[in-house]
């Protein structure tokens, strides 16, 4: 897919928190961490388009989505590379690739080189930072 550009969104940290639950907001505003097998979409079957939840920039298809036993839902390419802006992480004692929204700069979660063909990448998102814009037709919650 060709690159874009998207507009940038900025809003102040008051506007978010009044956008966002409180959970959403200590995820992708204050870089935290949802713990495994308890956010939305890590067990997610439907179709469709995960948008950030921020401000609605698509991010990943389902058709890249896999099951990677971590209980983050988990894809192996975003829908656009410039969809998704990646920085070192260097927190935890160790380096890892942080993925923010390249429009909101909403913290999503990280990047890894261990998934599955075609790219061998593992977006490793936070389900709070996600929305599922399901298929037309896509039924219910699997």
Known sequence: ???????????????WSKELTPEQFRITRMNGTER???????????????????????????ETKFDSGTGWPSFYSPVEKAAVAEHEDFSML???????????????GHVFNDGPQPTG???????????LMPDEGAGEKK
């Open 94 to 108: 160790m380096n890892r690739t942080e993925v923010r929204c390249a429009a909101c700069e909403a913290h999503l």
């Open 36 to 62: 495994p097998f308890t956010g939305p979409y890590w067990d997610e079957k439907r179709k469709g388009m995960y948008v950030c939840v921020s401000c609605g920039n698509p991010l990943f298809d389902s």
């Open 121 to 131: 990448m593992r977006y490793c998102m936070n389900g709070c930072a996600l929305k």
């Open 1 to 15: 897919m060709p690159e874009t550009s998207r507009p940038k969104v900025m809003k102040s940290k008051a506007e």
